[in-house]
């Protein structure tokens, strides 16, 4: 079975780029979620998406950072402009079902450089 | 505040020996626990779960863990460690969050094994 899938496995790019994170969930797969990954400051949920439909991005950093979920089997996460302190290890995951005692399914992640 | 404690940023051990990786959380009702593990340039696996029933739970790789309520724990147990096991652990806990339930991550424990 395919699991969650994130492209690109990295990225480089210069300060002031726009940039893309893509990702597709497990089929079947009700709630998506995007974390960020850094040494200090550990797995951070930055938003979570149920059917679509996103329930809780408070943990986006700012306004420059947003979220998308057009269908179930597809979603992207875009900063900008990016700053070199979003350089991270950017991680999506879904599961079968919010709330619940489904656990997450993660995806091998999205390395960010930001120059 | 809701959360989940690791006390331990980093453990070594000799290939061969046990291992205990503790995990405490603070909320008064028992939540979803999970230990997912985390290789190298890879995103995290789910190892084991706790929802109810019995208190110990075994998981994939070898491991269990045992759900303790008057310690508010969740330690994560292996008799023998292999060396492939050295990764990063995180456990992490289901918690109600004003009107939502949220997954709640420790900052993780990095297992080194001596060979």
């Known amino acids: 079975d395919a699991g969650v899938i994130q492209s690109p496995r990295h990225e480089v790019t210069e300060m002031g780029q726009e940039v893309t994170l893509r990702c597709k969930p497990i089929?079947?797969?009700?709630?998506l979620f995007w974390y960020r990954q850094t040494m200090m400051r550990g797995l951070e949920l930055l938003i979570y998406f149920n059917n679509n439909v996103p329930i809780d991005d408070s943990g986006m950093p700012e306004d420059r950072f947003s979220a998308k979920m057009p269908n179930a089997s597809f979603s992207t996460l875009k900063i900008q402009p990016s700053e070199p302190r979003d350089s991270a290890v950017y991680f999506c995951?879904?599961?079968?079902?919010?709330?619940?005692?489904?656990?997450?399914?993660f995806g091998d992640g999205t390395r960010l450089s930001i120059l | 505040a809701q959360s989940v404690t690791q006390p331990d940023i980093h453990i070594t051990v000799s290939e061969g020996a046990s291992l205990e990786l503790r995990c405490n959380y603070s909320?008064?009702?028992?939540?979803?626990l999970f230990w997912y593990v985390q290789s190298p340039g890879q995103g995290l696996q789910l190892l084991l779960k706790y929802f109810s029933g019995d208190t110990l739970v075994q998981g994939i790789k070898g491991f269990e863990a045992e759900f303790k309520r008057s310690q508010s724990s969740f330690n994560l147990r292996k008799p023998s460690v292999h060396w492939s096991d050295a990764a990063e652990y995180f456990c992490?806990?289901?918690?109600?969050?004003?009107?939502?339930?949220?997954?709640?991550w420790g900052l993780g424990t990095s297992l080194g094994v001596n060979p």
């Open positions: 995951a879904s599961s079968l079902q919010l709330y619940s005692n489904q656990p997450q399914h």
């Open positions: 909320y008064g009702a028992t939540p979803y």
């Open positions: 089929s079947g797969h009700n709630s």
């Open positions: 992490a806990a289901l918690l109600n969050a004003g009107n939502n339930r949220k997954l709640i």
